[in-house]
């Protein structure tokens, strides 16, 4: 079995997961470049109470006519039915959270909350101004630490991560494709239906979707609260995890 943290990596059918701990389901859809390392303190703190999934989203390798937020969507909704979960707090970071959104618009008779860090879905500036030069790596480490309020996250293994994806031309493009597909994908309009507990957890210092992004969020998801968490980037969980279990287990605590 493959392990990614001393966690073994689950295959059920064609869906590759982590799955520790017993409990209510909390489900975590990571975005773009979603090392699941990012998510090792999220998992370990979790798992005590819950059973923390995390799906591997199959950003890279689906082809290019379904690599878009909805055929991502479509995939965590087979993923939910194929392994028969329910009462799910659903939690994504980034494009994660987008994802999420969706899942929780088109199928929420079996979502019980939902939690957004840097989500995508109504703003963000992407890393598609100038994206990527190939074969540079300097460009790169410089474009993945601004996900961070602190550069020195942007650890090498992260950064060959990026760097190993922007040298394959096809990856490029279907970066690409997601990247323009969530930008499409606005859902402004539709935020207001819906009902589920919302938890929205940003970084002030997040500039892929900066904090107003946020507030716009509070204001048109109707049930939903808002937290900040000072000199804190774009991914919580993993720059400031304490924090960040300290507001989602007193989230949690009131979806009893």
Known sequence: MEKIMNYTIKQDGKFKFIEEGEGQVLMLLHGLFGALSNFKDLIEYFKKSHKVVVPLLPLLEMDLLHTSVGGLEKF????????????IHLMGNSLGGHVAL?????????????ILTGSSGLFENGMGDSYPKRGDKEYIRTKTALTFYNPALATDELVNEVFEITNNRMKVIKIISLAKSAIRNNLGEELNQIKKPTCLIWGKNDTITPPFVGEEFHKLIPNSELHFIDKCGHAPMMEVPDEFNAILDGFLAKQK
């Open 76 to 87: 965590v909704t087979k993923f939910i039915d194929h392994r028969k979960y329910t009462d």
């Open 102 to 114: 969706v899942h929780t618009l088109k199928n929420p008779q079996k979502i019980k909350s939902l």
